[in-house]
């Protein structure tokens, strides 16, 4: 799994980065066919204090591109709304890939 975790506005602490990595070990956890993470945490200028923290999120996994954000006060708290958001498309796409038909009985004539 290639994991990208880069800021804008911001510099990025090696504790933030352990803190997404550990998060991100759910997802892996979930299903085992990531390819590719690209993580963007940024910091907006807004007047107002809620919503001004921004995490964002590009997972390629086999068969599809799924991307998710997530918007707080804090960055920690956007970035564990981003992983659940994200733990949540993984196993639905898990789901569907999986075969859920059964096989038609034999008929006996």
């Known amino acids: ?7 804008h506005h911001l510099d990025v602490s090696p504790a933030l980065r352990s803190y997404v990595t ?3 070990d759910r997802i ?16 907006e200028k807004q007047k107002e204090k809620e919503g001004r923290q921004k995490a964002e999120c590009n997972i390629h996994v086999k068969g599809n591109d799924l991307f998710a ?7 920690y708290a956007a970035v564990d709304d981003l992983v659940d958001k994200l733990d949540r498309q993984v196993v639905r796409h898990k789901d569907r890939l999986q075969d859920h038909h059964h096989a038609a009985p034999k008929r006996l004539m």
Not at 1 to 7: C, E, W
Not at 69 to 75: F, I, N, P, R, V
């Open 1 to 7: 799994m290639n994991l990208t975790i880069s800021g």
């Open 22 to 24: 550990t998060k991100l």
């Open 28 to 43: 892996t956890r979930h299903f085992d066919q990531v390819v590719d993470v690209k993580v963007i945490l940024t910091v």
């Open 69 to 75: 954000e997530s918007s707080h006060a804090d960055l």
